[in-house]
């Protein structure tokens, strides 16, 4: 498979495996050539017999690489996606550290930062009018 970028196509050796092109993602990526990185990583995604640690780890680093170019709207929905995996995932089956590291980026775009500051404090305006409630019923 050749997908073209500015300079020369890059070309996805079918038999590299899962890490391979991770890791060549990630060099990409060091070296500022953040299309060819995507590239990688959707090679991986792409691949027919991903594991779902492969998947997530594939995923973050796309959401990654889209927080580096502040495309928050598209980094989210892939956040949010890996959350909501390990949210309906036997708890060992994914690597734990991508709920957190997505917990972690979600955290930092701004319209998300504002919902979850605003989420908690509805939550503990709630849990006041409940208390009240409690005691009123004394």
Same mark, same amino acid.
């Given at each position: &498979?050749? /997908?073209?970028?500015?300079?020369?196509?890059? /070309?996805i050796?079918?038999?590299?495996? $899962?890490?391979?092109?991770?890791? *060549?993602?990630?060099?990409?990526? @060091?070296?500022?050539?953040? *299309? &060819?990185?995507?590239?990688?990583?959707?090679?991986?995604?792409?691949?027919? +017999?991903?594991?779902p640690a =492969?998947?997530?780890?594939?995923?973050?680093?796309?959401?990654?690489?889209? &927080?580096?170019? #502040? =495309?928050y #709207?598209?980094?989210?929905?892939?956040?949010?996606? !890996? @959350? +909501?995996?390990?949210? =309906? $995932?036997?708890?060992g089956?994914?690597?734990?550290?991508y =709920?957190?590291?997505?917990?972690?980026?979600?955290? *930092? !775009?701004?319209?998300?930062?504002?919902?979850? @500051?605003?989420? #908690? #404090?509805?939550?503990?305006?709630?849990?006041?009018?409940? @208390? /009240?409630?409690?005691?009123?019923?004394?």
């Open positions: &498979m050749a /997908v073209s970028c500015k300079s020369a196509p890059v /070309v050796d079918e038999t590299m495996t $899962t890490q391979e092109l991770i890791q *060549k993602g990630q060099d990409a990526y @060091q070296e500022g050539k953040y *299309k &060819m990185a995507l590239t990688y990583y959707q090679a991986v995604i792409d691949k027919p +017999e991903i594991t =492969n998947y997530i780890e594939a995923r973050y680093e796309i959401g990654h690489l889209y &927080m580096k170019k #502040k =495309n #709207k598209a980094a989210r929905p892939i956040f949010e996606e !890996i @959350q +909501e995996l390990f949210r =309906n $995932t036997m708890p089956i994914l690597p734990a550290a =709920n957190k590291l997505a917990e972690i980026e979600l955290a *930092k !775009i701004p319209d998300t930062r504002q919902a979850i @500051q605003a989420a #908690k #404090k509805l939550e503990e305006e709630k849990k006041q009018q409940e @208390q /009240v409630e409690a005691a009123d019923e004394y």
